[in-house]
């Protein structure tokens, strides 16, 4: 069984910076596309930001330039750094992964089980 779990969330001033980390563990064979999402109260879950195993990002564009994700392979995790947060950024935030187990070789996407982040105006 595979496992993300988040950690970085919290409460922030507007034009402040938070780092989310998304860590993966379990019997992991390979990690492909690793992505955040967030949701808002009364909203849809939306992405937010992408990175596939080789490195290719893509944003939302309501975080472009502001918003960054990143990963570090050999510790199978996933960060994005926020910065010049929004009030309109205050969302659950989650984790999610493309992986492929290392016992049975299938492919399947987890998630995590999202923290909060709030952006005081």
């Known amino acids: 069984q595979v496992q993300l779990v988040e950690s970085g969330g919290g409460l922030v001033q507007s034009g402040g910076s938070l780092t989310l980390s998304c860590a993966a563990s379990?019997?992991?064979?390979?990690?492909?596309?690793m992505a955040w999402y967030r949701q808002a109260p009364g909203k849809q879950r939306e992405l937010v930001a992408h990175?596939?195993?080789?490195?290719?990002?893509n944003y939302a564009d309501s975080v472009k330039g502001r918003f960054t994700i990143s990963r570090d392979h050999a510790k199978n995790t996933v960060y994005l750094q926020m910065n010049n947060m929004q009030p309109e950024d205050t969302a659950v935030y989650y984790c999610n992964a493309d992986v492929r187990g290392a016992v049975s070789r299938g492919l399947y996407n987890y998630w995590g089980q999202g923290t909060q982040v709030t952006v005081s105006s």
């Open positions: 990175i596939t195993s080789g490195g290719s990002t």
């Open positions: 379990g019997r992991i064979f390979n990690i492909y596309t």
